[in-house]
């Protein structure tokens, strides 16, 4: 999974662009369920929120380590075919 930082400005390009539905508003910032970021994998070669965050604030979220076959283990899940 991706996180984001508290460096986000909270512009909202991220959220429509996510094809898991897995970024929201947080209290204070958005926010990435970790449940639900594949990292795009299953979908798109690159992250889509990375590539259009402003402020580069989408680092991989060290707490949440996984292989490419995890990420589309959990695509797979995620969108119904596993
Ligand atoms: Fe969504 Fe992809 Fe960003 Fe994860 S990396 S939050 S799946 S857009
Ligand atoms: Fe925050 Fe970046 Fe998403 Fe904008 S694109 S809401 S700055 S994480």
């Known amino acids: 999974s991706l ?3 508290d460096e986000c400005i909270n512009c909202d390009v991220c959220e429509p662009e996510c094809p ?3 970024i929201s508003q ?3 910032i958005y ?13 798109y070669d690159e992250p889509q929120c ?10 991989l979220d060290p707490s949440h380590p996984e292989t490419k076959d995890e990420l589309y283990q959990k695509y797979l899940k995620i ?3 596993a």
């Not at 926010?31 to 979908?43: E, K, S």
């Open 3 to 5: 996180i984001i930082t």
């Open 79 to 81: 969108s119904g075919q």
């Open 26 to 28: 947080g209290e204070e």
């Open 31 to 43: 926010q990435i369920d970790p449940n639900l970021c594949t990292q795009c994998v299953g979908h």
């Open 50 to 59: 990375q590539q259009v965050c402003p402020v580069d604030c989408i680092p």
């Open 20 to 22: 898991n539905n897995a």
